[in-house]
């Protein structure tokens, strides 16, 4: 039985280690805003939530959501972005119509479980762009995503609006 191959490569970006470095930089702050803003949902969802369902007072409730509020959010970002650190040598992305190959990491955009939501090309600091790719999955609570967002080289923004308009 023969196995297919269901992707097509659209592109393969190189960087320089400086450009990569500042990449990961600008994505880990980004990064770190989101997981600031979910860990403050858990906090007060979480809070309130057991002073409602459990009849806990405010204080024992937030004793409780402050801890899942700290750990959930940094385990995220640890387990889930793997392929954000600095100092790679002869960093790479390749850009598939399924998925994205950065410096040998797989992060699947769509498939059995996941589809792609969404892509767009959005600012970043530096006058730089990064190519947004909104991957959502389903859970037993419903809906859920996460962005993905790859540093657009600056000679590479042509092939990048080909990309948006090929995977859309």
Known sequence: MEQTINFKLLATWEYSEKEWNEFVDIEKANKKED???????ILVLGTFGLMILRQTSFLMGLLFATPLALLIP??????SYPHLKKNAKKPY???FSDHLE????IIDLSGKRKRL?????IDAVNQR???EFDVQWIT????TNDEF???????KLNEATTILKTIK
């Open 149 to 155: 967002r790859i540093l657009i080289p600056k000679n």
């Open 140 to 143: 037993a609570k419903g809906p």
């Open 74 to 79: 940094f385990l995220r970002f640890k387990f």
């Open 93 to 95: 992305i390749k850009i």
């Open 35 to 41: 997981n600031i803003y979910f860990g403050i949902g």
């Open 102 to 105: 950065i410096n040998k990491h």
């Open 129 to 131: 762009k990064l190519l």
């Open 117 to 121: 939501k969404n892509i767009k090309i």
